[in-house]
């Protein structure tokens, strides 16, 4: 496939997902992740919920939970619309503002150029390495008992 890399794109594309479109044919599928920077929806003071309208604390914060998911959701409706629009198969976005995209390379590409996407990069395995635990030799700081303190108590 021939993907234009003098556009927008080259920005919004890491790089792994620059070269898997320039190698891709048009209907080859891939899985990228979206980042989305959809137009703000700013909620009026009103519409946030009060602590006062609660009981406790935990109902609240359901509340507020509940409160910005409807509040992402309708943001970023809008976004995940146009990347339906190009065929594309879209997961999550109730929560956070990045997406799942699964789609032909042609359709990937066509989504870069929506003003709603700030980046995109292929879908890949990460590894997590775990710390190294430190030895008691290597961690530098001494193990040993601080010595009890007389006090003296006058009267």
Known sequence: ?????ETDRTAKADPLLQDA?????????????????????RASKADV????????RVSYRQAIIQHQQTQQ???????IGELRSLS???QGGAISPVVVVTGAAKDIARALDLPDVAH???DREINVEQPKKQSKKSSGKSKKKAKPQSQRVTK
């Not at 959701?73 to 976004?79: C, V, Y």
């Open 21 to 41: 479109l320039q190698q891709a044919t048009e209907d080859e599928k891939l899985r990228v992740l979206v980042s989305l920077r959809p137009e703000s929806t």
């Open 1 to 5: 496939m021939t993907y234009d890399t």
């Open 120 to 122: 995109a990069s292929l």
């Open 88 to 90: 594309l198969d879209v």
């Open 73 to 79: 959701g309708q943001s970023l409706e809008k976004a």
């Open 49 to 56: 919920p009060s602590p006062d309208q609660f009981d406790d």
